[in-house]
């Protein structure tokens, strides 16, 4: 029997891989605050709810994907939420970035329902979730896992079942401590190549086949110097996921200095209005100081 599947959240990264979902067979019912978000959902056969409560009552895996602690404690817990409407047997998966410790709160309270709950946020941003080539990092049960995966194979290619609940939402936030250390160091690199008088077109070139290649380089690298920050993912959300970072590190009083460097500059990017921009645009701050453009 095919799950009928709810999607909470149809924003850059949902609304793609909701029609992924849609693509593959599966029926889904869709809730979003802001309603034109879920029109090409719905324009593709998608069901579109009142709130989440009603989606809740009409499918039995519901996909959460929205911004941040705050937003999934509303739309699970809060009023008309989808609390209200599930029942024993339903799978609450919330594939967005928050706190492993809210996490964990909230699957506690799913439970007491007889409610399933899996940790599963993404990286790809949304060419992966176009494409469909997500990776996926997964906390929860075994059982619950594996009946979950064949939506998560039609959304994503790596998918891991990295431990108990809340053990996504780790993964999720080293992913993003290295992918911003990793944009610095590039935007670094490139403008250093740039002061030098050397192509940072043809040195990103060179980097890319030897030991200094990634996938930051590859992707970032190019967007930095075509001077594209349109957003794959937004400056002001890797701010949010920097900072549950930084939280998971004084709490374990750790000393991690180039977690707080990437951090402080990505803030820096958010304060002086490039929020909305893409998560590279923090090249433009370090242009700045060192009165140096890839442009």
Not at 25 to 52: F, M
Not at 105 to 133: F, H, N, Q, Y
Not at 176 to 203: S, Y
Request: proline residues 4%.
């Amino acid at each position: 029997m095919t799950e009928k599947v709810g999607l909470i959240g149809p924003g850059l990264m949902g609304q793609p891989m909701g029609l992924n979902l849609i693509k593959a067979g599966y029926p889904l019912w869709v809730y979003s605050r802001t309603p034109e978000r879920a029109a090409p959902l719905a324009g593709e056969g998608a069901t579109v709810c009142a709130s989440p409560r009603e989606v809740a009552e009409r499918a039995d895996i519901i996909i959460t994907i929205v911004s941040d602690t705050p937003d999934v404690e509303t739309v699970v817990l809060g009023e008309d939420g989808l609390i209200h409407g599930l029942s024993e047997g339903n799978v609450v998966v919330d594939m967005s970035t928050i706190s492993a410790s809210a996490t964990r709160k909230i699957a506690a309270t799913l439970a007491e329902r007889g409610v399933e709950m899996l940790d599963a946020p993404v990286s790809g941003g949304d060419i992966g979730a176009k494409a469909g080539t997500l990776s996926i990092m997964v906390g929860g049960k075994d059982a619950v896992f594996e009946r979950v995966k064949p939506l998560f194979e039609v959304m994503g290619k790596n998918i891991v079942h990295v431990g108990d609940i809340g053990a996504g939402q780790v993964a999720k936030t080293c992913n993003q401590m290295l992918v911003a250390q990793h944009v610095n160091a590039a935007a670094e690199a490139l403008l250093l190549a740039k002061k030098c008088g050397a192509d940072p077109r043809k040195v990103r070139e060179a980097l890319l086949g030897g030991f200094a290649a990634s996938r930051v380089l590859e992707v970032h690298g190019m967007r930095m110097l075509d001077r594209d920050f349109e957003p794959g993912f937004k400056a002001k959300l890797h701010k949010k996921d920097m900072r549950i970072a930084m939280e998971i590190i004084d709490e374990l009083n750790m000393d991690l200095p180039a977690t707080k460097l990437a951090t402080e500059g990505i803030n820096r990017a958010v304060e002086e209005g490039l929020g909305e921009a893409d998560t590279t645009s923090v090249i433009q701050i370090i242009e700045k100081k060192n009165d140096v453009s890839l442009a």
